[in-house]
């Protein structure tokens, strides 16, 4: 095992000593899309161990088992979570109102599930491209839609669009999850105002290379790491609880005059 996987190991898997507490969030209510696997997995990690109720979502019905059976075994709340296909707008929605119906009113939504899927140019048909939309733009507004009246009873709230730097890199090999991804800062600012009103936060947090299992699996070779070694100012690799500390911050009443704004993690690369 190499120095860079040893560090990577042990940074993977934050204790409670090691992550920073925030105390507003001990029983706060809490939505995380896509939340059974890879940055999403260690969201809904992140916020049990601040003591929040947590609910998810996510399409990978194993893993999604697996996260709430050892987030029990910690000793820690065990997360509401269902399988669904955030395609479907209406099972998204449906959840959302079932979650809120057994935890009480949203009052942090993270906006994460997403797919990066590669695809040339050439071979996006019309159908594929409304599928790629369906995963990675759409459920995002329609979640909002969905937690924003519960936001507005509990007399705020946080929500957390994730965003990407790929499409900022200038990175090919998928046009369409460019697209989506591009268009989160638009949904952030363009309902930043409105939500304000009713005291509801809104940003995006856009992470840069992070070292999921899929990642590791599918696309970490030498010259990826020569890549990350020319492109970071920093050394380390990015690990998923990298992320879940700058959304805990945006969920967390310490950044409550933060919005509209897009945060960056990504180790300087963009």
């Known amino acids: ?26 029983g706060r209510t809490v939505f995380v899309t896509g939340g059974g696997s890879g940055i999403g997995a260690a969201i809904v990690e992140a916020f049990a161990l601040q003591g929040a109720r947590v609910a998810f979502i996510d399409i990978a019905q ?3 088992e697996a996260l ?16 669904v296909d955030v ?13 809120a119906a057994a935890l009480g009113d949203f009052a942090v939504l993270v906006n994460n599930v997403a797919s990066d899927e590669r695809h040339t140019l050439e071979a996006v048909t019309p159908d594929y491209y409304d599928q790629r939309m369906a995963i990675n733009e759409r459920p995002s507004l329609f979640a909002i839609q969905s937690v924003v009246p519960g936001m507005r ?20 090999g998928y046009p369409c999850y460019a697209i989506a991804k591009s268009s989160v800062n638009g949904l952030t600012r363009g309902l930043a105002k409105p939500l304000g009103e009713h005291g509801i936060r809104i940003n995006t947090v856009s992470p840069g290379w992070v ?23 920093l050394p380390d690799k990015l690990i998923p609880h990298d992320i879940a500390a700058m959304v805990l911050f945006l969920a967390a009443d310490e950044s409550s005059m933060c919005t509209a704004q897009e945060f ?7």
């Open 211 to 233: 070292m999921t299992e899929r990642q590791l699996t599918l696309w970490m070779n030498d010259a990826a790491e020569d890549e990350i070694r020319r492109n970071q100012c």
């Open 62 to 64: 194993d893993a999604s």
């Open 68 to 83: 709430s059976e050892r987030l029990a075994g910690l000793g820690l709340p065990k997360p509401w979570w269902r399988r």
């Open 87 to 99: 395609s479907d707008v209406a099972a998204l929605q449906a959840a959302i109102g079932d979650a």
């Open 1 to 26: 095992m190499t120095n860079t996987e040893q560090a990577r190991r042990l940074r993977a898997a934050p204790d409670r000593q090691r992550q920073a507490v925030f105390p507003s969030l001990a």
């Open 153 to 172: 009873a509990l007399g705020g709230g946080s929500i957390i669009n994730l965003g990407s730097t790929g499409w900022q890199s200038k990175s090919g």
């Open 264 to 270: 960056k993690v990504d180790a300087g690369w963009t």
